[in-house]
T-cell receptor
């Protein structure tokens, strides 16, 4: 597709459940980022992939959060044992190897009830 | 650690007028990029303008320009001839240019409303 695609757009889950959020980057973009945006805040860095490998996962808040990008294209953010505090918009972005402009998707709004 | 501060939570401007959004940052790095992103209600972040720290000349993109003061660590965005479509959240962001990681650090945003 022409832009970064994130699915689902919205996800409501019960506390304690497992969720997966998908990101389909722009074709040819080797860099991929996940961010979390809580209400009224700026995006907060979670993880950065260069190709298939996580080059920087220092923003993942705890071991319930995990992300993969097995073929260097689509990425999945996985959250285990969800908590109400995980409710936020999860943004994905991709860029060319020079990293000078990140293109963002429209995000997935996760609500944990 | 790098930090980005936007001290204006909300601003408003009349259509066709000029408005300036403020941003300051803190870093010990010398090689970095600064960005302004726009986030309309659709949630999608859109790049407005980018500044490379080693360039002294201020970046401009049509109605958008920046005032980059490297010594003061200030990076303000000026929007000229404001349009209703400029209504959105605006985020200032910093990216360190070094090998291994290129993460963006965002400020808390400024909500801009353009009034008809």
């Amino acid at each position: 597709g022409a832009g970064v695609s994130q699915t689902p757009s919205n996800k409501v889950t019960e506390k304690g459940k497992y969720v997966e959020l998908r990101c389909d980057p722009i074709s040819g973009h080797t860099a991929l980022y996940w961010y979390r945006q809580s209400l009224g805040q700026g995006p907060e860095f979670l993880i950065y992939f260069q190709g298939t490998g996580a080059a920087d996962d220092s923003g993942l808040p705890n071991d319930r959060f995990f992300a993969v990008r097995p073929e260097g294209s689509v990425s999945t953010l996985k959250i285990q044992r969800t908590e109400r505090g995980d409710s936020a918009v999860y943004l994905c972005a991709s860029s060319l190897p020079d990293n000078t402009e990140a293109f963002f998707g429209q995000g997935t709004r996760l609500t944990v009830v | 650690a790098q930090t980005v501060t936007q001290s204006q939570p909300e601003m408003s401007v009349q259509e066709a007028e000029t408005v300036t959004l403020s941003c300051t940052y803190d870093t010990s790095e010398s090689n970095y990029y600064l960005f302004w992103y726009k986030q309309p209600p659709s949630r999608q972040m859109i790049l407005v303008i980018r500044q490379e720290a080693y360039k002294q000349q201020n970046a401009t993109e049509n109605r958008f320009s920046v005032n980059f003061q490297k010594a003061a660590k200030s990076f303000s965005l000026k929007i000229s001839d404001s349009q209703l479509g400029d209504t959105a959240m605006y985020f200032c962001a910093f990216m360190k240019r070094s090998s291994g990681t290129y993460k963006y650090i965002f400020g808390t945003g400024t909500r801009l409303k353009v009034l008809a």
